[in-house]
Structures are given as C-alpha cells and as structure tokens.
C-alpha cells in the first residue's frame, strides 16, 4: 500500500468488539484477568494499553519499522533512547539540534558519567574521526533545528554501522511523509509527536521506531519501567493526527516553499535556509532523501536583532510562538527563545545570530501567508 492509504488505514482497523472506526480511547488504568495469570493481552495500562498501542503499531508502520513506542513528549522518547547508555559511555550529537536536546545531554545525562560533543557532520568524514572507542550514541536531526542544514543520512549511518555505533534520527521536522531514516540506515527514529504527527497543536507527545529487536525490548523495558508514558487521550490524538498527514505535509511544503522563494526575492534578507531552495548547496542532497521541501524554515533578516523584532511583531496571521508542525503558521526568534538554552558563545559559533527568524509555516491559504510576510518585511526595513 502506498503513503496515503496506510496513513490513513494504520493502527485503524475496526474495533473487534462493536465495529467502531474510531479507535475507542481505553481510559482503565488496570484490566480484570480471567484467572491469576491469564489476561485479555492488557494488566496495567504503564505496561500496555490498546490505544497506545494503535499509536505504536502506526508510527512504526509509516517509518517503515518493525516496532514502535509511544512516550509522554518528544523529550520522555529521546530521555528512554539515552537511557540504553552507561557510565563512561560518548555520545556525538551533530550539528544544530533541538535546544531541549542539546539541554538534555549537557544538563542531566553529563551529570551520569555521559560525556558529549557536538560535531560538523555536514561531511561524514569529518564525524568518522571524531568517534572514539567508547562512542555509543550518535544523534542528529535533517533538517536541522533551526538553521535546516541538511545532513547527509546514508553517509552518517555508513560510518556509523562500520563504527558499531547507534545512529539516532530525530525525525521531527521531515515527519515520516517526507523522509524515513530506518530506510537510510538509521538504528532508531525519534519524533515529537507534538508537533507534525498530532499536527493542531492540542497534545504533547514522542514515539521512537526501530527495526532492531533486541533495541526495541531495552526500550520498551525503559518505558514501563521509567513510566513515560502517554495518556490514551493524547494517543488518540496522534493517532488522529496521522491520517492527514500526507494531506497537510503537501500543503506545509507548498507554502513554505512559496515563502522561501518571496524572502530570497524581498532583497531584505542575508540568507534564507530552506532545503528544497534550488540554490541551496545541499539541495541535490536533500531531494535525495526527502519527497518535499517541509514546512520549516529560517532566515537572516537585514537590519538585526531591530529589524528581526519588528518583523516579528508586523506578522498578522503568524502568530509569534515556539512550537511548530501544527496547521496554523507561527513564526518564532531562535536566539532569544527556542535556542536560549545553548550558551550565547555556542549559539553564535553555530551561526544561531540575533538576525536570524524562524517559520511554521502552516496550511493557511498560500496567497495570505505570501502577503503577510511582505508586509512584515516591508514594516521591519
Ligand atoms: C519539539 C521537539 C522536540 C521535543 O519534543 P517535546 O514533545 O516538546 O518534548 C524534539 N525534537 C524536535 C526536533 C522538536 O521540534
């Protein structure tokens, strides 16, 4: 079966007991057994429940995995991916990654005995020497949060399979429309499913796929037993979510694109960083491991952190917020929110500058989007 039809067929089959199409959301907290020891397949909903597990099976199906995991947010499935390593163990993250990830490595798992380092993997060759004996992890994004670097999947996973080394993909921006890691070469994709997956922007949710078995009962294991586990409530709005998400990434990408060209256009900015701009020094690369352009993009405006505030502040139908992958478009200051958890000196040497702008850009109608970023261009210079 093609994208659309598993989108909007998996984790949906009919409900055995009623027929229901819509998955029931199974709030018990415990299930009754038959006898001491003989269940229904369900005891306690930390361990299993059967809207998540709906959810589980359908993230795994759409990235073209074997299995699949649902957590409490995008953090609670990367915190159970770094949860596999021990003491002593090294971990590379590449290039500009999510703060929140950034945090979480330098912030809680450093304090364990896990050391990090951030690496150029913009050419593998460069992540090849930089893996040491006691490597374990390497984590990267494509495109990358918030500069939309495109790292070349296939080439990082090759080093990484010669090296031994778990290759992480957190696939958040591309969602599995757009791109699948597994496919690539990757060990485990993570996602926030908060954003494009749920895609409304009215849940907080993570999920983490893998084709390896033995990974897979680690997590599992990791996720009862640290208890990071997403209501059925939110299961089934992620759930719901990815049966439009071939529709909405289609209309994401063609406006984003639409806007990217307006700013190379505008002549008031220094750069704009969207991966399916024809001019982008990765764009071969790009087309070669993702269907479309997304729906993120950053930009360098003229004039500053001055110039970039107002234009903020001109947006009218972008909304100024985090967050993003939900249907309405916001638009967002990495420096100062998003990415203020990375030290001033780091943000700077990785080129996230006070003029730099990031977009959501949402579903809106493509002419509206097109008009108010001119407009807020146009009051900003
Ligand atoms: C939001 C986000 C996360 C964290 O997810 P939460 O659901 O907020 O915990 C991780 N990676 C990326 C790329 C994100 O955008």
Same mark, same amino acid.
């Given at each position: 079966?093609?994208?659309?039809?598993?989108?909007?067929?998996?984790?949906?089959?009919?409900?055995?007991?009623?027929?229901?199409?819509?998955?029931?959301?199974?709030?018990?907290?415990?299930?009754?057994?038959?006898?001491?020891?003989?269940?229904?397949?369900?005891?306690?909903?930390?361990?299993?429940?059967?809207?998540?597990?709906?959810?589980?099976?359908?993230?795994?199906?759409?990235?073209?995995?074997?299995?699949?995991?649902?957590?409490?947010?995008?953090?609670?499935?990367?915190?159970?991916?770094?949860?596999?390593?021990?003491?002593?163990?090294?971990?590379?993250?590449?290039?500009?990654?999510?703060?929140?990830?950034?945090?979480?490595?330098?912030?809680?798992?450093?304090?364990?005995?896990?050391?990090?380092?951030?690496?150029?993997?913009?050419?593998?060759?460069?992540?090849?020497?930089?893996?040491?004996?006691?490597?374990?992890?390497?984590?990267?994004?494509?495109?990358?949060?918030?500069? %939309? =670097?495109?790292?070349? *999947? /296939? +080439?990082?996973? #090759?080093?990484?399979?010669?090296?031994?080394?778990? $290759?992480? !993909?957190?696939?958040?921006?591309?969602?599995?429309?757009?791109?699948?890691?597994?496919?690539?070469?990757?060990?485990?994709?993570?996602?926030?499913?908060?954003?494009?997956?749920?895609?409304?922007?009215?849940?907080?949710?993570?999920?983490?796929?893998?084709?390896?078995?033995?990974?897979?009962?680690?997590?599992?294991?990791?996720?009862?037993?640290?208890?990071?586990?997403?209501?059925?409530?939110?299961?089934?709005?992620?759930?719901?979510?990815?049966?439009?998400?071939?529709?909405?990434?289609?209309?994401?990408?063609?406006?984003?694109?639409?806007?990217?060209?307006?700013?190379?256009?505008?002549?008031?900015?220094?750069?704009?960083?969207?991966?399916?701009?024809?001019?982008?020094?990765?764009?071969?690369?790009?087309?070669?491991?993702?269907?479309?352009?997304?729906? %993120? =993009?950053?930009?360098? *405006? /003229? +004039?500053?952190? #001055?110039?970039?505030?107002?234009?903020?502040?001109? $947006?009218? !139908?972008?909304?100024?917020?985090?967050?993003?992958?939900?249907?309405?478009?916001?638009?967002?200051?990495?420096?100062?929110?998003?990415?203020?958890?990375?030290?001033?000196?780091?943000?700077?040497?990785?080129?996230?500058?006070?003029?730099?702008?990031?977009?959501?850009?949402?579903?809106?109608?493509?002419?509206?989007?097109?008009?108010?970023?001119?407009?807020?261009?146009?009051?900003?210079?």
């Amino acid at each position: 079966m093609r994208f659309a039809t598993r989108a909007v067929h998996a984790g949906h089959e009919p409900d055995a007991l009623t027929g229901a199409v819509t998955p029931p959301i199974y709030t018990s907290s415990t299930f009754a057994q038959e006898e001491v020891g003989k269940t229904k397949g369900y005891e306690y909903s930390r361990s299993g429940n059967p809207t998540r597990d709906r959810l589980e099976r359908a993230v795994a199906e759409l990235e073209g995995g074997k299995f699949g995991l649902a957590f409490a947010s995008g953090l609670a499935a990367e915190t159970a991916v770094a949860s596999i390593l021990k003491k002593g163990d090294h971990v590379i993250i590449c290039n500009d990654v999510y703060g929140g990830t950034y945090r979480l490595f330098d912030k809680v798992f450093r304090n364990y005995g896990i050391p990090f380092e951030r690496v150029d993997a913009t050419d593998p060759a460069n992540l090849q020497e930089s893996i040491r004996p006691n490597t374990r992890l390497v984590w990267m994004e494509s495109p990358t949060n918030p500069l %939309m =670097l495109i790292l070349d *999947i /296939r +080439g990082i996973a #090759k080093v990484c399979k010669k090296r031994g080394v778990t $290759l992480a !993909v957190d696939n958040t921006f591309a969602t599995p429309y757009l791109q699948n890691p597994l496919k690539m070469g990757a060990t485990v994709v993570v996602h926030s499913t908060t954003k494009y997956i749920g895609g409304h922007s009215d849940l907080i949710g993570g999920a983490v796929v893998t084709s390896s078995k033995a990974l897979y009962e680690r997590l599992k294991f990791l996720q009862n037993a640290t208890g990071s586990i997403p209501g059925p409530f939110d299961c089934y709005l992620a759930l719901r979510g990815l049966r439009t998400l071939h529709l909405r990434m289609e209309q994401h990408s063609k406006n984003a694109s639409a806007v990217a060209f307006l700013l190379v256009r505008s002549g008031k900015t220094l750069s704009v960083n969207y991966p399916f701009l024809p001019a982008s020094p990765t764009y071969k690369l790009a087309k070669s491991q993702m269907k479309l352009g997304g729906g %993120m =993009l950053s930009f360098r *405006i /003229r +004039g500053g952190y #001055k110039a970039a505030s107002r234009f903020l502040k001109s $947006l009218e !139908v972008f909304a100024l917020g985090e967050s993003l992958g939900g249907v309405e478009s916001l638009a967002e200051h990495p420096a100062k929110m998003t990415h203020s958890s990375l030290p001033p000196k780091e943000r700077e040497k990785i080129g996230i500058t006070d003029d730099l702008v990031r977009l959501s850009v949402g579903v809106e109608d493509t002419k509206d989007l097109v008009e108010d970023v001119t407009r807020a261009l146009r009051a900003a210079s």
